[in-house]
């Protein structure tokens, strides 16, 4: 069973008055992602820097994992609160939550009754929206599209990785958000193509590629783009309480089957709440291919992928209902009236420096400079280069 476990600790920051190289009059360094601090552990000192909304989780995740013992041989345990039995110091899950508050200093506790208004956004909206616009727009330059969709359940992503708290978390590097690569969207096309949509083994092949043991090397006719948030999302901490006392890591499992006497051993995650919305892109390595009855490749991998994510979804942890997604229709709406605005300003301003124009004596010219509101062009039918205010000028069709 999984459950849900909000923390519950106070945001604390802690202020450097000393102004480090790099930092300006404020003693706020110019990056927008700074380094969260940390100290080496020991029984004394155990603090965790505020991280915010300001610094990259991910970064933090990875590489400031703070909670060893004093010999570095293993995770310090957490103590269990002598009053309420609920609330504990310390330990992996306090890891977890200092990723959900941005804080979480040593003598804290995490309470089952914190409020999930109280945990910090990840990610920065410009930055993600500026992200998931060029994606947006690489697929379409190569005749593909991007299309929205939001979790409908929990979301995680990267579990496997190898993390102190057991479970890994895919964080995107810079960004330092939570997404699918694009392989994992293709694996997850593919299956729901090959296992559950009756796709034959010769559509598999065009659609997604060959390995060596498949017949030989060979690339797909679809590119599968990584799906990326496009505004902050909100992590929580979730838990798995497996109590099979090991009989499923057990050398001999048979001399340690599992019992109702034994203890569960609560493991901490990090999840994506439901209701985030990611983008997901395809665009056909070849325009215009068609499988055997004429239906368009690319048309038939969005409908797999659709289905994949309504079905069976994406990310660990499907089979108990995490991962699911349905179309963003508010979104996917909005975007298209933002672009049809953008495509009747494009129509509406005035020619650049670098692009074709007319003008009504010289003809077609190529604008070589603009300077206020005279601009420098080569009037091609004229063969020679004049200066003429930019109003005389319009946009070529």
């Known amino acids: 069973m999984a459950q849900e ?8 920051s802690r202020r450097c008055g000393k102004k480090r190289r790099g930092q300006g009059k404020s003693g706020m360094t110019s990056t927008h992602l700074p380094l969260p601090g940390t100290q080496p552990p020991n029984h004394t000192s155990r603090k965790i820097n505020a991280l915010g909304v300001d610094g990259n989780r991910g970064l933090y995740w990875n590489k400031f994992f703070n909670q060893w013992n004093s010999d570095y041989t293993g995770v310090i345990e957490p103590r ?6 609920t609330d504990y110091h310390g330990g992996k899950m306090s890891w977890v939550l200092s990723q959900i508050h941005g804080a979480l200093p040593d003598n804290s506790q995490f309470k089952t009754s914190q409020p999930a208004r109280d945990h910090k956004m990840t990610g920065y909206k410009d930055q993600l929206e500026n992200a998931a616009a060029r994606i947006a727009s690489l697929a379409e330059n190569a005749g593909g599209a991007a299309k929205s969709f939001q979790t409908q359940s929990p979301f ?42 009756g796709e034959d083994k010769e559509g598999i092949f065009r659609l997604f590629g060959r390995s060596d043991t498949e017949g030989g090397q060979a690339v797909g006719n679809i590119i599968v783009f990584d799906a990326l948030p496009t505004e902050p999302v909100q992590l929580y901490a979730e838990v798995m309480t497996p109590h099979d006392g090991g009989w499923r890591i057990a050398e001999e499992p048979q001399n340690t089957p599992p ?85 009747q300003l494009e129509k509406t301003r005035p020619p650049r ?22 601009a420098t062009v080569d009037a091609i039918e004229e063969a020679e280069t004049v200066t003429v205010p930019i109003a005389e000028l319009s946009r070529r069709p």
């Open 5 to 12: 476990i909000r923390g519950g600790v106070s945001d604390r």
């Open 353 to 374: 420096e670098g692009e074709d124009a007319m003008h009504g004596d010289l003809g077609p010219v190529y604008i070589l400079s603009i300077s206020g509101d005279m």
């Open 156 to 197: 995680v992503t990267g579990m496997g990785l190898s993390h102190p708290v057991e479970n890994g978390f895919l964080f995107h590097h810079t960004l330092g958000v939570p997404y699918l690569p694009g392989s994992s969207v293709k694996g997850m096309i593919r299956a729901w193509a090959e296992h559950w949509a």
């Open 80 to 85: 269990r609160d002598k009053v309420n039995k």
């Open 259 to 343: 019992a109702d006497w034994i203890s569960p051993n609560p493991i901490p995650f990090l999840a994506v709440r439901e209701g985030a919305s990611f983008q997901f892109a395809l665009a056909p390595r070849k325009s215009g291919t068609m499988d055997d009855t004429g239906n368009n490749d690319l048309e038939c991998a969005w409908n797999y992928l659709e289905q994949a994510l309504q079905w069976i979804g994406a990310g660990a942890k499907t089979a108990i209902g995490f991962g699911r997604f349905e179309s963003d229709e508010s979104r996917q709406g909005r975007l298209e009236s933002e672009k049809e605005e953008q495509k």
